[in-house]
């Protein structure tokens, strides 16, 4: 494994045990309020400072991966559950399904993601629920062209032949023969997607139409530090560092698992042919 896959798992590993253990590591409630110590510097008692309302940023970063890691790997899992079987189906029936997915689905990619992720969060209003639905919406077009992809490539195979020829229905070709050869591919969309679902979740929340408060959020709170960033600049410095390191890793444990699953790089060493 490269390096940078050994750090993208490290990284990862770091950020999702603080999700996971942040109530028992935490040195304090994120939304407990101490007006005594607005804006306080960071020190030994706030460790990043406190933010306008006196809550200790160390644990609303904490509590914030909580939130951003639940709604990148839930959005991109409901992403790869709708469009997979639309991209199977596009690329193994052709035809006029072909035409309507993928006409549906170039319609969703000529909007920039996060514009889009907007316009939903908009119509459908602020909170986890709809940013998620927002996101798997965005998110749902690149794994249906990738799986139509594969599907185009597989279903010219002669295993795939021969399976029609001995009448193995469309059901068992599909998921006997095609989904486990592109397993590997949407393994290493999954981790793409979740570094970039993670990215539009900030966004939506700096917008104020994402995650509201109190609840933490590595965007939202940027958006709070953005107001008093001559004053208290910190105050940004500790969510947007979390979300830097949150991306790498699963950016570099994407590389890591391109490297170790695509047959290509296998073949040639690490290049493609």
């Known amino acids: ?16 045990m603080t999700a996971i253990m942040a109530p028992a590591i935490a040195p304090y409630s994120p939304t407990k309020q101490d007006l005594d110590h607005v804006l306080a510097r960071p020190s030994r008692q706030h460790l990043l400072g406190t933010d306008d309302l006196g809550r200790d940023l160390l644990t609303r970063v904490m509590y914030g991966a909580r939130v951003s890691v639940t709604a990148g790997f839930v959005s ?29 689905m170039d319609g969703l990619l000529a909007f920039p993601a996060l514009v889009l992720a907007m316009a939903i969060t908009a119509a459908l209003g602020p909170g986890i629920r709809n940013v998620i639905v927002a996101v798997a919406a965005v998110t749902c077009p690149a794994f249906a062209r990738l799986a139509r992809g594969q599907v185009l490539l597989l279903r010219e195979l002669e295993m795939v032949a021969a399976a029609r020829a001995v009448g193995m229905g469309d059901g068992r070709i599909l998921f006997r023969y ?28 700096f917008l104020g139409l994402g995650i509201q408060p109190p609840t933490p959020a590595w965007g939202s709170m940027i958006e709070i530090g953005r107001r008093y960033l001559e004053q208290t600049p910190w105050m940004s410095l500790g969510p947007g560092i979390a979300i830097l390191v949150t991306v790498l890793g699963f950016n570099f444990s994407a590389d890591a698992l391109r490297d170790a699953l695509d047959p290509r790089l296998l073949r040639t060493g690490g290049r493609e042919a």
């Open 1 to 16: 494994m490269a390096a940078t896959g050994v750090v993208g798992l490290a990284l990862l590993f770091v950020v999702l």
């Open 178 to 205: 095609m989904v486990p050869n592109m397993m590997s591919v949407l393994i290493i969309q999954g981790a793409l997607s979740v570094g970039q679902a993670i990215l539009t979740e900030a966004g939506l929340s």
């Open 76 to 104: 991109v899992g409901a992403a790869a559950l709708l469009g997979v079987p639309l991209g199977l189906a596009a690329g193994y029936y052709r035809g006029i399904s072909d035409t309507i997915i993928m006409r549906t």
